[in-house]
């Protein structure tokens, strides 16, 4: 795995989070994007070389919807950027991870991932994430 490519952070209301962290990091997002397979909405911020990937249901059989029913609002996932997702998916699950699709699945921001379950990963949700080609 190379870099953390983002941290995803669950919210409520991606209207009123986008305002709070645009005041948290000075800076607006960058980009809002909805993932219909997953039902959720995103948006994104840069801080310096980092990422931050806010996410909000857009139904309540969301997963967004369940964590935040369980967990509140918080810390969602990190994600990690790989540069070859099928390779690194067959070493982790040789490893014994188990891994929540069986092959890499389009994500927001022009992705590929795939995800770790937290029960294999000390309670944190793993995405994997490589760069769709176009
Ligand atoms: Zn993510």
Known sequence: MDKIE?????????KASNLLFEKLLGTSHYKIEEVVS?????????SGPN????LEATS???????FIEKNGEGI?????????I?????????????????????????????FIHPKSANGILIELCQEALE
């Open 86 to 114: 099928v390779a690194e998916m067959a070493r982790l699950k040789k490893e014994g991870f188990t891994l929540l699709n069986d092959t890499p699945k389009k994500g927001a921001d022009n992705k590929l991932v795939a």
């Open 38 to 46: 997953e039902g959720v909405r995103t948006s994104f911020f840069k």
């Open 76 to 84: 969602h996932h990190i994600a990690f950027s790989v540069t070859d």
């Open 6 to 14: 983002h941290l995803g952070v669950a919210v409520k209301s991606l």
């Open 60 to 66: 309540d059989e969301s997963p967004i919807a369940k």
């Open 51 to 54: 990422k931050i990937e806010l």
